[in-house]
Structures are given as C-alpha cells and as structure tokens.
C-alpha cells in the first residue's frame, strides 16, 4: 500500500468544511490500508462513520491527545468497536500513533492495536467490541461527570444500528432521559447492513428517532455525509438543554464503489488490487494532523466530592447474635462511604440487599439505576473509568442477567465491587426464580476476580471493607437469613485465607462450608462428637483466591473432606477446593455436596434438607468416609 507523506498538514478547529472533508477521505483511506494490511477487519462499517468521526474530532471534541488524563477532557467511546481501524486512524491523524504503527500492528500477536479497543491503548476508557454497551458505559461517565465532579466535559459516543436490537442499548438511553444527562451525545450510524444482510429497521430514521424520544432524549436526524448539516447536529447536541442521539442515516462502504451498500463484505478486508483501488478513488493518502477543540479547563476538586476521606468505622458484633450479612454488608458500605470516593449503585431492591444504608448516610453517591441490571454494571464501570470505588447490589440471581457486562468490565481492566444477595436455595420460599445458583461459578470465571463468601456478620463486615482496596473484580456472596455472629470484632479476614473453627489431633474428617453450609458443618460436627467423631470444620470464606494450603493440611491430617454448598456444582466451592488439592498434590477421600436438582418453595431447613445440604446429609456423608 502507498506510504503516508513525511510532512504532515496540522488541521485546526476552526478549519473549513472542505478541510474537515479531506480530513475524512484520510481516515477512509487509513482505515482501508490499515485493514487490507492486516488481512482483517472492518474497513466497510469504518467508511459510512468517517465523516461523523472527523466533524466531531476536528471541531467539537475537546481533547487534548498528549495528555489524556487530563480530567476536563470530553470522553469518545465507541460502543461500534468492531470499526477500530477508523479509531486507530483517528489516533494517526490526533499524532498520538504514527502510521508505522497503524500499518505494521493492528491486529498482530503482541501488539496494542487490536482487533476491537481496549484501554491498554491511553485514549481509550472502556473495551468494547461486545455490542450494545457503549452507550451504557457512556451514561456512567456522563453520571460522574456531572454528579459527582462536577465537570463541564461532554461525552460522545459512536453507535452501530445493528446494535440497537440489544435491550441493553434501550436501558441506556432510557436512564440517559431519567437523568437528563446533557452532557451526554450518541451518534447513531444509520448505515443499513448489518453482519448478515440488512439491519431490522434498515434506513428508516424516523423510527429509531421516536424510539429514542420515546425514552426521554432528543434526536436529531441528518444525512451522515452532510458535513455542515453534521457539524450543526453536534453544536446543537452540545447546547446543554437534553441528552441527545444524532441519528445519522449513512452509506456502508461510502467512497468505494465496488463496496458502497453492499451486502457481504461486513467484517472482510478489500483485497490488494481492490484496496488499491479504493485508496485512488478516495483521493490518495494524506497526512492532515488534527488540533481540535482544547479541553474547558473547568478546575474540578481535588478530591471525587471535594471532601477528604474521614475515618471509616465498620460496625461491630457480639458473638452469638443472630446477624444477616447482607445487613453487616449494607452496614459496612454505610461507614465506607467516609471514603469520598465510594459509590454505591442499586437495582431497586435496596431495602432487601441493605444498600440503602448508603442512600440514607451518602444520598448524592447514591444511584438508583431501577430493575436495569445490565446498566447497573455499566455505570459502575463508566464510575470507576472516572477514578471512583463503585459497589453495585442486587440478588445474587439477577446478576446473571448483566454476566456480559462483567465479562467485558474484566477486559477493560476495571476495578469495582460487586454484592449478591439472597443465594441458594436458603431463601425459602420465594422458590428458584430468586435462588442465587450460578455466581460463584459466574464470578470465580471472571479474568482477575476475587470472591469472597462471609458466614457471619463480622466476616461479612470486614470483607466488605477489604473490598474497598482490591484491584480488579470482587464480587461479595451474601446470605438472606440470620445466623449466629462467630467471630469477635478483632478477627481479621485476608483475602485467600480461611477459618479453621474446629481442630484436634485426632480429626478423621473435614467440613467445608461457607455462608449458610458452614452453621451446618458446625451443627454435623456437633452431632458426630457425639458419636465419637472428630470432626475438622473450615469456614473457606475466600473461594478464590482460595486457602490452598489450610486445604491440603487438613487432606493430609484427616484423610477425608466433605465439602458442602448452596450452589451448584459446577463451578463453585466443590470445584474450587478440589482445584486446590490437585495443586497441592493431594487426594483424600472426597464428598461433595451442591444443589443438584431444581427446588420449589418451602421453609429454609426444609429446602436445605430436599436438596442434601442440610446438617443431617452432612454428617451421613462424614460418617461414609470415615467408615470407607
């Protein structure tokens, strides 16, 4: 392919449209080059978005590419990842990659240019690539922005009509209009083919700008190719008065005629003769270097409030009460929030996870995102792309919903903390529907996730506390019921220990529990001393990273583990204890009781017992191995 020129033309903000236009045929043609150079990508969805891209970069982002932390700069997410070659030919004309780079890595082992965006690149907040969550992610940067640091930057957002077929696009926009988020803009490229053929409403404009009047933003629709009708669209857009979607109607492939509208070449890099084709008609390579818009300079706090962190004071617990720890939770969040940085968020079941102890100590960290789980998650991410510590409540169960927002949290290398409440089938009766299942196998899947599973209320509170400082995911299991306080106030809980409760020398077997199994490993342990059994109960409140070595010593002295849960089994305790022993190199006798059929209604003793994780079932199972 042609090289770019060695000296390059510096394009200001108050260039004229006709420069704005070339600026566009070079992020066309380094799009095309940079794909077909690959042997990959996504040079058609690149083309029809160009001219968007390069009114908004040249003349309304304000941004300054050497220094993108700067806190006042404008935030550009592009939720239609999949067009990173027009991004990273953004990156080129910002000066910020040169085109050796775009030429010689996009898309090759070892390199930052990939396929799809990740924040390993400066310039870049959340990854993207799974569609559909741009815009949510925009609306938690957009929340901490305004709300909590009151800053005049805007965020923009670059938006795919196929994507809009996911809910989650609808969640976004509809807590966009609850918030009023003015500060909040999404170009929407309306360019009709999807990955398959042609999208669900294809150009029809008109119905995507009701749907999003429907939810309470402002559209606007122009031609996407229209630079001066683009141009006044996002002066409008940044007027202050609405959330705003710019529903640009576009060609797929636009400049290429070999290509343009149509079908079939979504996801294919041209071909040499044909990129070389395409790069003449486009006008050529160029190298215009873009001086947009500088950032407002509005001088924000120096702290996320502009208050200093005061002393967090974690409640305290007598030993035999009878404490929820999702109560020791909602608690302990409460006093966290002495940190100017915590946040809390809510998916309308506060009063049942106990998050709404925050709301009442910390109203104006509290967000209320309603039954939207996904936008929940996504908020939490845009929060903590801001520099802030978010934990996000709801029922263990409902969690799953917004699994894919976690998965990608994890790529973007993001650091908050998450809480399920209400797990397993202890619940009762509000039947499986509500029963919390599935997370720890969820979680523990996680890229770099930490889990922890308190049995008590000061385990719960002082986990709860941990999680404040923890890199990454961590995720908080808590249990429904009350049950009785174990541990004093001074007990401590590092993350990838565990408590051992029960222990003699002459130990012929091992229960392991967390949560509500483990008051039933002390209440079998009970039962079995009194038949002579000694029994060895380890409370594995860190279920990953998991207490490897406490595990094998207890494989090693008894002989024989059972490990019970109120989960599935696959992936949870069972699986992370015997993933442990198989690195330790031992093999004891093993029981493993999970949940293992579907459960109904009933009383909690009642449940635990139908589905084998009661006390009773614990110690039938010691006694087995014992006698094996």
Known sequence: MTAAPTTPTTLGPDSDLSRVFELAQQLRVDSVRASTAAGSGHPTSSLSAADLMAVLMARHLRYDWATPDNPDGDHLVFSKGHASPLLYAMFKAAGAIGDDELMTTYRRFGHRLQGHPTPELPWVDVATGSLGQGIGYAVGIALAIRDLERRASRVWVLCGDSET????????????GHHRLANLTVLLDVNRLGQSGPTELEWDTDA?????EAFGCRAIEVDGHDLEAVDLALTEAADGRAPTVVVARTVKGRGVAEVADKAGWHGKALPEDLAARAVAELGGVRDLRVRGPRPPGHPGPAHPDGRRAGPVEPPRYEVGDEVATRVAFGAALAALGARPEVVALDAEVGNSTHAEEFAKAHPERYFQTYIAEQQMIADAVGMAVRGFRPYATTFAAFLTR???????????????????????VEIGADGPSQMGVEDLAMMRAVLGSTVLYPSDATSAAALTTTMADLDGISYLRTTRGAYPVLYDGDETFPVGGSKTLRESADDRVTLVGAGVTLHECLAAAEELADEGVRARVVDLYSVKPVDVDTLARAARETGALVVVEDHHPEGGLGEAVLSALAVAGAHPAFAHLAVTELPGSGTTGELLDACGISRTQVAGAARALVAR
């Not at 996911?166 to 976004?172: D, F, K, N, R, Y």
């Not at 995507?208 to 999003?212: E, I, K, M, P, T």
């Open 402 to 424: 917004a699994h894919d927002f976690v998965r990608m949290a994890a790529v973007s290398r993001i650091t908050m903390a998450l809480c399920g409440t209400h797990c397993g």
């Open 165 to 176: 077929a996911e809910g989650s696009v609808w969640e976004a926009l509809d807590k966009a």
């Open 208 to 212: 995507y700008a009701r749907r999003v």
